[in-house]
């Protein structure tokens, strides 16, 4: 039996003739046209042709991959061959460890941050309405130096969606006192021993369009605020008309 080192001897004297023959082969082709190497590789075809010129080993490198190599972590990952070197898998624990040193909170969800109190919220940013109010002032005072068409539609709308905003603060704090003083005639009615007065949905109804209405007499806007329900109420009866 043959040992390694006569093995590898062998092997590399037939490297070495294989060689010698591409490099004869290499010279002959340098002697010929370029229709003549067309001609050639048609002939002999293109494996066999480069075969000849670049040897087996080159040929070899050019092989496309096995099905070992291209072999998916995962079947519904996709299999990733266009890069020459794979990204390193990550682990789970090693995906935790980088996470330790920068850690994000969310407040809405921690409990670290306390139980979201509405009432606690509305009184602590209560003065974002000072600021909104100041917002609208310095916008008037932009568009009057403004000239162009669009840009004052533009602070036109951002004036009414701070002053929205202020007004449904405003009544929501309106309710809430109102709700607090219901809250307090029901303790008040327990206390002294009387049965109280749980107010319905329906009446509550009732008081908000009353306190409504005395807010727009108030302000000088019940005329204006009548005309535009009258036109909406006009334009709802049109509608159901063309419909029948």
Known sequence: MAS???????????ASSED???????????????EEIMQLKEELGAKVYKEAVLGNKRVKD????????LKRLNKNRPREI????????????????????????????????GTYNIDT???????????????VGQLKQ??????DDEEKQKIKHTMQRLFNKNVEDKKWHI??????????????????????????KKERRARDLVAQFEHLKDSGKLN??????????????RKRISIE
């Open 4 to 14: 390694s080192s006569e093995s590898s001897v062998a092997s590399d004297h037939d």
């Open 20 to 34: 010698e023959t591409q490099g004869a082969i290499r010279e002959d082709l340098k002697s010929m046209t370029f």
């Open 62 to 69: 050019k092989q496309p991959k096995t099905k070992l190599e």
């Open 82 to 113: 266009g890069a020459k070197r794979q990204v390193p898998f990550l682990g789970a624990e090693l995906r935790v460890e980088r996470k330790k040193g920068d850690v994000l909170r969310d407040p809405r969800f921690d409990e670290s941050s």
């Open 121 to 135: 919220f509305k009184q602590n940013y209560k003065f974002i309405t000072k600021i909104r109010d100041k917002e």
């Open 142 to 147: 932009q568009l009057d130096n403004v000239q």
């Open 175 to 200: 309710k809430q006192n109102l709700l607090k003083k219901e809250r307090q005639e029901i303790q008040k009615a327990h206390e002294e021993g009387r049965q109280p007065h749980y107010v319905t």
């Open 224 to 237: 204006k605020h009548l005309e535009k329900r009258r036109k909406k109420n006009a334009a709802k009866d």
